[in-house]
């Protein structure tokens, strides 16, 4: 059975670079068609996603935080990374990772999610 799991320090200062990692179990990340993705839920905007990696390596990201975003991976680990600079206390949220069939940037797409886990940008 296919389990994400994000992990990372749950509380970031202002201008500083929030990493988390998810880690995968019960699937391959370089699985043909499959592309993993970071989400957030904020109770202003709700789920927003903000890019993926594909099996292949490709990376794909939100236009509106393009800038800030990188993600990446470690296929010995079986994990991916998301970074976001420059955070300010607006991405205090909550951030899952996530797996979806195709080049998709519909959450609904995505069909298996990790638990999730709160940031907190503050100084």
């Known amino acids: 059975q296919l389990q994400l799991r994000e992990s990372g320090p749950g509380l970031v200062k202002p201008s500083q670079t929030l990493s988390l990692t998810c880690t995968v179990s019960?699937?391959?990340?370089?699985?043909?068609?499959?592309?993993w993705g970071w989400i957030r839920q904020s109770p202003v905007k709700g789920l927003e996603w903000m890019g993926s990696i594909a099996y292949g390596g490709g990376t794909y990201y939100n236009p509106d935080i393009k800038s800030r975003t990188s993600i990446s991976r470690d296929t010995s680990k079986n994990q991916f990374t998301l970074q976001l600079s420059s955070v300010s206390p607006e991405d205090t949220v909550v951030y899952y990772c996530a797996r979806v069939f195709g080049q998709y940037a519909d959450v609904a797409r995505f069909d298996s999610w990790g638990q999730g886990t709160q940031v907190t940008v503050s100084s």
């Open positions: 019960g699937g391959s990340i370089t699985t043909n068609s499959y592309y």
